[in-house]
């Protein structure tokens, strides 16, 4: 029985016996699952298991973004007019089949993206291991079918460890040598009860372990994440595709869905719209270089990662011996206090659009 077919067998036991399986039986089958499910994100043996032709993809530009949909919701044209990539493009067939790779610029900033092959519900392979590497993803719905592929389509997702729109939870798991399980919550259980997290602490093999649960609503799926450890949490768009096809009224409706741009890939509507999101979902800063005597270069930023935007950042992304000669640096933008400029070290956090001048020892 292949992997596929397992989780397919506790799926639909679970389906079954949900309502009169026991909390501690519901558990072990979440955890059987989750370990099941792992062996899809990282396959272990020879013949064969790694991911195959067409999913192993160079990477360029500063960050990455996914796209995945079913077959014929537009997103191979929507990508082919973004980059002038081409990828082949059907109305009625399951016609991308490998990874294809381009590159679109926002905001002087270099963005791969990758044409993911369609997501098609069970086929859970090597597809799914690509998307775990990208910064954002794409979901490309058709606007006259949106909330049903949608579903599948996460669904598929999270069978490969990837979170969408979600941080990892507040749970602490921490093995230790002698004391049994100590289970401490600071919040109320609602979701979950004792017997369940035995039940999965149990599955693991974890009998000497304390386990703290900061979370409210916390699931048992979140605590098999926690000790999963292999999750990747990623933001996501609904890229709601085909507007052209639809009235004022039901756009308006679109909109309530979170995390979503309704567009038209034929007609080319709403793609500003799609580009700023893109841009503020990856969370990147521009920064632009000032040489001594000479005014800023705005053509070609220096673009790093919110949250690793330091000035030692900054040095580093250029060359890794600047930091080191560095005496001090002067920065103009939002983070300096100062409209002449601020005279920094190389722990200051830089903002987008600063300009920074470095001075050498």
């Known amino acids: 029985m292949t992997t596929v077919q397992k989780i397919k067998e506790i799926e639909d036991e679970m389906a079954t016996q949900k309502n009169k399986a026991t909390s501690y039986h519901l558990g072990q089958l979440k955890a059987k699952l989750a370990k099941l499910r792992r062996e899809l994100i990282s396959p272990s043996g020879g013949g064969g298991g790694g991911p195959g032709i067409g999913f192993d993809v160079a990477r360029t530009g500063v960050a990455s973004v996914g796209f995945v949909g079913f077959p014929s919701v537009g997103k ?26 381009g590159t679109l610029k926002v905001h002087g900033a270099p963005i791969q993206i990758l044409d993911l092959p369609g997501i098609i519900e069970g086929a859970n392979d090597g597809r799914g291991r690509v998307a775990r590497t990208c910064n954002l993803i794409f979901i490309v719905l058709d606007v006259l079918k949106p909330l049903g592929d949608k579903k599948i389509i996460e669904g598929e997702l999270e069978g490969f460890g990837i979170r969408l729109n979600k941080k990892p939870p507040a749970i602490l798991v921490r093995k230790k040598d002698k004391g049994g399980i100590a289970i401490t919550n600071t ?13 999965i602490l149990s599955e693991y093999k974890l009998s000497n372990v304390d386990v703290t649960i900061r979370e409210p609503n916390m699931t048992a799926d979140d605590l098999v994440d926690v000790i999963e450890g292999n999750r990747v949490y990623i933001p996501a768009l609904y890229v709601l595709n085909k507007i052209d096809a639809i009235s004022i009224e039901e756009l308006d409706l679109l909109y309530k869905i979170p995390y979503s741009v309704p567009i038209s890939s034929r007609e080319w509507l709403n793609i500003d719209e799609l580009q700023e999101k893109m841009w503020e979902s990856l969370e990147l800063v521009r920064v632009y270089t000032k040489p001594r005597g000479q005014t800023p270069d705005y053509s070609t930023p220096v673009v790093l990662r919110r949250g690793r935007c330091t000035v030692e950042d900054f040095c580093s992304s250029i060359h890794k011996e600047i930091a080191k000669q560095m005496k001090y640096a002067i920065v103009w933008g939002s983070s300096a206090k100062h409209a002449r400029g601020q005279k920094v070290g190389l722990d200051h956090v830089l903002e987008d659009e600063d300009v920074v001048h470095i001075a050498k020892k």
């Open 187 to 199: 919040v109320p259980l609602t979701n979950i009860d004792q017997d369940e997290i035995k039940a």
């Open 76 to 101: 191979s044209t929507l990508m082919s007019k973004l980059t002038g990539t081409h990828s082949e493009v059907s109305e009625i067939d399951f016609t991308t089949l490998t990874t294809v790779p």
